[in-house]
């Protein structure tokens, strides 16, 4: 690549994962000679945003996410660039069976369920989660046909509904939503968060059809091959040994600390001369101002709808417009035999069940090393659009209601050997039916001002893979200024 000769100072506004692939992409462009000056900027006095790893007495604790899905190659690469290839491990998916509380009871999600398309019918139709009627309109969904394209979003309530009735919807696909996203399917959008579903519809009618024929594609494609009669089990979720913090000190490690600038809210941004093109003041709380050529914005959308109104309160209204969720998650560390718990990762818990817990991971299952040898440790999720008022409890409150919850769910024996509690106030993005309306307009409006550069979850995928794509997006134009 050629690069222009006058130096470029670009501020990154966010330490979170978003703002910190993009500062250490900058920082390697300007060390192979891009005439570039980088600051990150973070409001508080930590990097890492919503990932926080904690180590207790050989524990690994996460408060925020424990690991990012394999699928998606971003966050495995950024790792293996960093030097922690070594690091990188899987979960342990030889022992993969999630549990749906239904009426009280823990049931097993079905095998061969691809999110709520069955890839093979024997386990749907055996499961205790469903139903008798509500099988015979899955079985009779293999007749739907093809819908005509162009039809307006929907939510996946509703798309879901059409498709596989309420029981599906309420049983299965909810409980999963809420754990994933944090949200609610009657207002999250289809084509927004389950697109391949959507596409699916339009070519075949069925997602039956669609989906047996996929389950049939691969078994014929693992009997077709030379690998061993035992089918090699891919890893859903991938994370790092020393927790998912590793990934934060080794990137904190490759920047140059006079460049990292903690504890520097940003409140404001305005042009500094007439030209439309920048340069942007950037102000933070204390006086402390910054001019710069380019920004990053790898804020959350409706921090950045704050100090946006004095630049174009057009564009503050549009970030504003993107709806977040908040969580919290307990953790819970237990000594040997103080829980008997059934084989598997964990338990989601749909709605109607009327808890506070949306989920339950049974963490020294799903991977392996995260508690000394014997040890146990639960990770509840509370909170998403299900319960947003969780934040307004206190610890004490909170403990009291998962304890209370988990004793009736589970057989624990003695109380937990420690707790920690993570709060993380609208931390999820919602990307709820007309999301995509919603980012469009953003980047149509972003385009009157062309050195402004969004990064997060709130455009294109909330997870961690999806937020280092979009930083390097970022970067990749701030590159091509
Ligand atoms: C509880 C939880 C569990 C999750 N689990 C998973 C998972 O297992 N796998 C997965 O892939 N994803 C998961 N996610 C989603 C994923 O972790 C997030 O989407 C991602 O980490 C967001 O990164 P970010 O850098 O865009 O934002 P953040 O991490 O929110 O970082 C934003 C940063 O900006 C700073 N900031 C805010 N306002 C200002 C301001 N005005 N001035 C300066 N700085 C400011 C904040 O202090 C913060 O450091 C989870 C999310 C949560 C909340």
Redesign the pocket.
Known sequence: MSYSLSIRRVAI????????TAAYALARAREAGAPIEEFL????QR?????QTEHVDGFIVEG??????SEKPE?AELCRELGLGDSLMGSNDTGRRTYILHKGKLEPLPNGLMMLVPTHMWPLMNSALLPFGSKVGILAEWFSKPRAPGKADESVASFVRRHFGSAMLDNIVEPLLAGVYGGDSASLSVTSVLPRFVEMERVYGSLVRAGIGAGRTRSRVSKGSKAPAKPEIKSLFMTLKGGLGQLITAIEGRLDPARVHLG????GIERVSSNWRGPYRIS?EGSVNYDVDAVVL???AH?CA??LPTLHPGLAKSFDAIPYSS?V?VTLGFDPGVAELPPGFGFLVPKKENRQLLACTFVHRKFRDRVPEGKAMLRC?LGGARDPEVLQHSDEEILKSVWRELCSILILHDEPLFWRI?R?PS???QYTVGHQDRVDRIMGQLGGFPRLFP???AYSG??????IRTARNAVKQVLEM
Do not use: H, Q, Y
């Open positions: 506004l966010g330490g979170g994962i978003s703002g910190l900027i973070e409001g508080s990097l890492g945003g919503v990932i925020g996410p424990d690991s990012f899905i966050a520097r809210r940003v409140i933070c790898a804020l959350p921090e704050k100090f969580a998650t999720f993570s993380w931390a999820m993005a990064a997060g979850n909330i997870g961690l893979s999806d937020c």
